[in-house]
């Protein structure tokens, strides 16, 4: 799993540069889905969602400071350790789970891993992190690829498999790294290998998020205050994000090889909890909006039993991901699991007509927005250059959306509507939402809007009624 990392910077969904040849090279060994959506752009919401296949409407965690606040009958790593699988965890964690659901655990942030065993390079190279305040670093990194978190992940990853437990007995390890989420740095010769000059241009720029409403606008004051002139160095940005992409490639390559070697190689499951804006619209990271940039991810299955190919057809979730598993597995998935089991698509068995002709996705922490020249109570200090884009503003709220075949709707809590035709507009610039001549659009995607809100509200908990579950997650017949 990896954070923060687009869909579209990918050569195979059309990005010039190669930025990642060996998990293309895995998408052909298996199944890709093209069409595979985040349930919220912020990391514990995404990653509880993942884990539990419920959205976070029903687990209750809308940002990232309610993990503690998780609701769910069970979760992919329990349903799992209950069939004897052993369960590891080497890398970002940021979800619900405490290190005691993991056999064995190491765990890391974006710019922190774990206090013992660190070198002396290492623990320099976290210190450096820390000093860049989550920026875009204008050199190489001035420390070896072996204090990269990807190099140490894997090295950690492969520890836990070389120990000597016993080799018979199935494992499930989550496999997470904290890249390519910012800080935005990466060392030689990853820096040099996409230069500035061969990045792509941008979407759109910053007079895209001034025209795109309040928080948009409040969003990219912020960055301007905090950092000023931040966006004239967008390419380099943008090809610090593709360097890490390649190195973080490099080294999911050399964990797969030692899964081969050692004939362990089975299942594997590759996903993004979110993207990142890259520049787009003149912003860093994430934190307003529901754009494709955040919401559309990489997703990637293969394994004994996958169909080999590319699903440029199904909407599919990360909240699909648990039951899917937990299916492949023959693990139980209990009431209350609200993702759908993608596993028929996996090894071309055949799904219902419709059932995956949509997706849904939402942003905010619910209430009434905080308009843009209001100062609320922010969730530290922001006195100074540090800031964080996902705060009391840009989360406030509620934002619902639908992508339905090239359309995309989005509604929110003041009833404010947006209708974007994602495949000749895909950075949402033209609104059609009151254009007469797409009515008929409007009004099957608000209808398609509402069957989703109407799916995702918690089923539990249960009582003296017995319901009828949906087998397999799926509601059409």
């Known amino acids: 799993m990896t954070d923060q990392q687009r869909w579209d910077f990918l050569r195979s969904s059309g990005f010039p540069l190669d930025t990642m040849p060996f998990l293309d090279a895995l998408g052909d060994r298996g199944l890709r889905f093209d069409r595979a959506y985040t349930p919220m752009p912020v990391c514990s919401p995404a990653r509880v969602s993942l884990l539990t296949g419920r959205y976070p409407q029903a687990t209750g965690v809308r940002e990232n400071w309610a993990v503690d606040q998780a609701r769910a009958p069970t979760d992919l790593v329990a349903a799992l350790r209950g069939l004897g699988y052993r369960t590891l965890l080497a890398g970002k964690n940021h979800s619900h789970l405490g290190s005691a659901a993991f056999e064995r ?61 016993d080799p018979d007995r199935p494992f499930f390890l989550w496999l997470s790294f904290p890249e390519p989420h910012n800080p935005y740095q990466v060392p030689e010769p990853y820096f040099s290998i996409f230069a500035e000059d061969q990045v792509p241009e941008r979407r759109c720029g910053p007079e895209a998020a001034a025209a795109k409403g309040p928080h948009w606008r ?11 002139g931040y966006d004239a160095a967008w390419r380099r940005y943008r090809a610090n994000y593709c360097g890490m992409l390649r190195l973080i490639d490099d080294q ?16 594997t499951l590759i996903v993004s909890d979110h993207g990142d804006y ?76 419709g059932e995956f002709r949509s997706v849904h996705a939402s942003l905010g922490i619910g209430g009434l927005p905080w308009g843009e020249e209001e100062r609320p109570p922010l969730h530290f200090d922001y006195a100074g250059r540090t800031l964080d884009e996902l705060n009391a503003v840009t989360q406030s709220g509620r934002l619902e959306m639908v992508r339905m075949d090239r359309w995309k709707l989005l509604f929110d809590s003041l009833g404010h509507g947006e209708l974007y035709d994602v495949e000749s507009d895909p950075a949402e610039l033209t609104d059609l939402y009151d254009d007469p001549d797409h009515r008929t659009v409007r009004q099957e995607l608000t209808e398609e809007l509402l069957r989703w809100t109407v799916r995702s509200q918690d089923d539990l908990p249960t009582a003296r009624y017995v319901p009828k579950p949906a087998g397999r997650g799926w509601y059409m017949r």
């Open 105 to 165: 655990s190491r765990s890391y942030m974006h710019t922190s891993g774990p206090p013992d065993g660190r070198s002396r390079d290492q623990s320099a190279f976290e210190r450096w992190l820390e000093e860049m305040n989550h920026g875009v670093a204008s050199k190489p990194a001035p420390f070896p690829l072996e204090c990269q978190f990807p190099h140490r992940i894997v090295s950690d990853a492969i520890g836990f498999l070389e120990e000597g437990a």
């Open 218 to 228: 409040w969003m990219r004051r912020l960055w301007d205050e905090k950092r000023p």
């Open 252 to 267: 999911l390559r050399r964990f797969v090889t030692f899964l081969e070697q050692t004939a362990r190689y089975e299942d």
């Open 278 to 353: 890259a520049g787009d619209y003149g912003l860093q990271r994430k934190g307003v909006g529901l754009s494709e940039c955040l919401v559309h991810v990489p997703m990637v299955v293969s394994g004994p039993g996958v169909v080999a190919g590319r699903n440029g057809r199904d909407f599919v979730s990360l909240v699909d991901v648990m039951p899917t598993l937990c299916e492949a597995v023959g693990a139980e998935v209990p009431y209350g699991v609200q993702g759908r089991s993608l596993w028929p698509l996996a090894i071309g068995g055949g799904i219902p007509a």
